[in-house]
């Protein structure tokens, strides 16, 4: 079921992330992604349970084996940004990871990147552990964001157009 992610209220919602040990933190970060995208370009943002949109997860999953990770815990929501410039899938996991993909789809050197996200009170995953350096962050809907990135360097363009996004 689709869902607006609210961020305004100051009180975040854990809508469709009930089921994450630390679900309060997990829907903040959320939150704080849902206002980053609304403060940059003006999208509201809408999440959807992984049955709604398995395209999502499918293209994350992909992208993801640049790396060898495979993410054991279980997928809980995707979003995704979607624009002329940008294709921006994000995965919410029962875990408290968050994992996007800041596609850029044109340019002569497009910006491309994985974002990952570890929410408050939850352990780095295995399939992450010693791979990647977490930089802390504050935020007020989040409490503290452990994030990292690397950058992507295969080109998705055809799978993206496959899975009819």
Do not use: C
């Not at 994450?20 to 992604?33: I, T």
């Not at 995208?37 to 992984?50: A, C, G, I, P, R």
Request: net charge negative; charged share 30%.
């Amino acid at each position: 079921m689709a869902y607006i992610v609210n961020f305004k209220e100051g009180e975040v919602e854990t809508t469709g992330l009930e089921s994450s040990p630390v679900a309060e933190a997990l829907a903040g970060l959320r939150a704080n992604e849902a206002r980053y995208l609304w403060n940059k370009y003006k999208f509201e943002y809408v999440t959807y349970s992984v049955q709604e949109k398995p395209e999502i997860l499918e293209f994350v999953t992909e992208v993801l084996k640049e790396r060898n990770i495979e993410v054991q815990s279980k997928a809980l929501q995707v979003a995704l940004f979607d624009t002329d410039e940008w294709y921006w899938p994000m995965v919410y996991y029962e875990s408290g990871l968050a994992v996007n993909v800041a596609y850029e789809k044109h340019g002569d050197k497009p910006k491309r990147a994985v974002g990952i996200k570890l929410s408050v009170g939850m352990e780095i995953p295995s399939e992450l552990e010693g791979k990647f350096k977490f930089a802390r962050q504050k935020s007020k809907l989040a409490g503290e964001i452990r994030g990292s990135y690397f950058i992507v360097k295969g080109n998705y363009d055809e799978l993206i157009d496959s899975l009819s996004i």
